[in-house]
């Protein structure tokens, strides 16, 4: 009996190994998120349909003007034998066309529409793109912080543990165990807070992702010292090439100057031309109608001074917003270096702060140094590798919004291309 009960255990041990974890959270990378943030996300789902609904747009500028048909049947009024005359007496069909040019016109500034549209799904994009990095990075940043607030905990508790023995045995004051419970509280309720930090990250990116809130899920990666050097006149001409900002407004006044175009085209006649069938007993032909319109009164003055204003503003703004570029990239380029600066100075102090915590948990135990020391000593430890690990994120926080700027990678990652 114990045999089969061996070999039975033997078995379920064997399938336990072989079968995968299915119910483990999945990993999700970094190159898995920003390809859901891109696919699902529904601000990108919105904008998409945006493009969709100006390609719509299109087809309609590029179609002609709708015929008109008309039917003339005769009277209503009844002759002298009483019958009314409800003959077909003639029909005709029109088609009406835009003066010669305008209807190139319009195609180009609904072209434009559909360019502008997909520039706007670009810096849709590019913001989705730093939130959700943003949000990942917060989230490893909030495991790190997890496990620095567990760590202190636990020094904490081994503290408070001498504490309660050197009271004990008369060599601490009952002052010093009520100090060393205060900050054992503290120390637990900085790891609670990490904790549902984690937690509020973990459903925002869910969101980011258009996924559940509650999706579960795990990231192994970790944040890294990125050593990049950045060139101010090149990120500056990198954004004037590929900001959707510039292309958006250049587009723009594309289509300003595409308008004023086609006001100034109406001013010509707009030709029209149709067939003519006529049944009546007394004249049964057909014949072909051509015709015009002529803008007689004005002669479309006022949608040409208006084209003409829409046109001029829209130059001053395309050059505005080509100063505001550049302004951020420079703005984006001072953070990015002051953030690499503070985070040398960081990793210089974590050196000493790991050395200090080290060196004041043996001169605690060595009675070499008093209570409050000691407490000064790991605070100051634990907030140095606290700030450590946020000034990383920071860097990398940074470099992001540096990429949104210029809507390029200075990490040569293919995300903004």
């Known amino acids: 009996m114990n045999k089969r009960i061996l070999i039975v255990i ?7 190994s072989i079968i ?22 529904p601000r990108m789902m919105e904008a998409g349909k945006a493009v969709d609904a100006a390609k719509g747009d299109l087809i309609t500028a590029r179609t002609f003007v709708n015929p008109e048909v008309e039917f003339e049947i005769g009277g209503l009024k009844k002759n002298a034998e009483g019958k009314r005359k409800t003959n077909l007496d003639s029909f005709e069909i029109r088609q ?4 010669p040019g305008v209807r190139g016109a319009k195609s180009k500034i609904a072209q434009n529409e559909v360019l502008l549209q997909q520039e706007l799904v670009r810096s849709v994009w590019s913001q989705v793109y730093v939130e959700a990095r943003e949000v990942y990075s917060r989230i490893i940043l909030n495991k790190k912080e997890l496990e620095l607030a567990n760590e202190n905990l636990d020094i ?10 050197r009271f004990q045995s008369g060599q601490a004051l009952k002052n010093d165990v009520q100090r060393a419970k205060i900050e054992l509280f503290d120390a637990e309720n900085a790891y609670l807070a990490a904790e549902k930090e984690l937690k509020t990250n973990k459903a925002k990116l ?30 500056t001409q990198t954004a004037f090439s590929k900001s959707p900002a510039i292309k958006s407004e250049d587009l723009a006044l594309n289509s300003k100057t595409a308008n004023l175009t086609k006001e ?3 001013r010509l006649p707009s030709p029209f031309v149709g067939f003519k069938r006529t049944t009546e007993e007394y004249e049964n032909d057909s014949s072909v109608v051509v015709g015009f319109s002529v803008p007689l009164w004005n002669l479309n003055q006022g949608e040409v001074k208006k084209a003409k204003a829409e046109k001029d503003a829209q130059i001053v703004k395309t050059q505005a917003v080509k100063r505001e570029v550049a302004f951020n990239v420079f703005e984006a380029y ?4 002051l953030a690499h600066r503070q985070f040398e100075l960081l990793k210089k102090s974590l050196e000493e702060a790991n050395e200090l915590l080290h060196l004041a948990n043996l001169r605690y135990s060595e009675g070499e140094i008093d209570f409050i020391n000691f407490l000064d000593q790991i605070r100051t430890a634990t907030q140095t590798r606290i700030k450590y690990y946020a000034g990383l994120f920071s860097l990398n926080k940074a470099i992001n919004e540096l990429e949104k700027t210029i809507y390029a990678s200075v990490r040569k990652e293919g995300y903004l291309q």
Not at 156 to 164: A, P
Request: charged content about 30%; hydrophobic content about 45%; cysteine-free.
């Open 96 to 99: 009406g066309f835009d003066p």
């Open 10 to 16: 033997a078995g379920i041990a064997f399938l336990v």
């Open 334 to 337: 001072l953070n990015a270096e």
């Open 206 to 235: 869910n969101l980011l992702l258009g996924r559940a809130m509650d999706t579960s899920f795990e990231i192994e990666e970790e944040l890294k010292d990125e050593e990049l050097r950045f060139d101010f006149q090149e990120l």
């Open 156 to 165: 904490l508790r081994q503290f408070f543990s001498r504490v309660q023995q």
């Open 20 to 41: 995968p974890k299915v119910y483990a959270d999945e990993p999700l990378t970094l190159e898995k998120a920003l390809t859901l943030a891109f696919e699902n996300n």
């Open 264 to 266: 100034q085209l109406k």
